[in-house]
């Protein structure tokens, strides 16, 4: 059985840093355990800003400098740093919630060996995880995408719920 493992944005500005999060934070010992036992192939993503963040839209919009490239805010959080080095796992640098590249990749693999199941934990919910998630369900829509709910936080707790039940109406298995 081939499976994948992503892990959204599991970077210092979501947990420590800029943007603070108190349940990022608490879901970091979960991810990192689900990482070191994972049997598959693992693919890290890294919501990831310029200088010029806030002059875009997504700055204009959340004024918040974060994950600017290569800052200490930008980099994995550091049980999952190692993890990433260790596993030797893939990693997609993503200027936007949801990266194309990464779904496009994930469908060549698929069709180059069939893949059974993608697996997506990580930080936010309602951002970047359903976004990822939507991505991947429709570049290889007959296969198992499945959200560990209890290695996820979203921006709140609301809105977490909200983007677990949106991901469910679009066949996307919750677990948790």
Not at 112 to 120: A, Q, S
């Amino acid at each position: 059985m081939r499976k994948v493992l992503v892990v959204v944005d599991m970077q210092n500005d979501f947990t420590y840093g800029a943007l603070r999060n108190e349940d990022a934070i608490a879901i970091i010992p979960k991810v990192a355990e689900k990482v070191a036992a994972y049997e598959g192939e693992i693919i890290f993503t890294y919501d990831t800003h310029g200088a010029d963040y806030m002059d875009t839209q997504e700055g204009r919009k959340l004024p918040v400098p974060h994950c600017i490239e290569d800052t200490e805010g930008w980099e994995l959080v550091p049980e999952l740093g190692a993890l990433c080095k260790e596993k030797a796992a893939k990693c997609y640098k993503k200027g936007t919630f949801g990266c194309m590249q990464l779904a496009q990749d994930i469908a060549r693999m698929h069709a180059e060996e069939p893949i059974d199941k993608v697996e997506l934990v990580g930080i936010c919910t309602d951002i970047c995880v359903i976004s990822n998630a939507m991505l991947i369900k429709a570049a290889i829509p007959n296969v198992t995408i499945q959200v560990d709910a209890s290695c996820c936080a979203g921006v709140t707790k609301e809105s977490h719920e909200t983007a677990l039940k949106a991901m469910a109406g679009c066949q996307i298995e919750i677990v948790e």
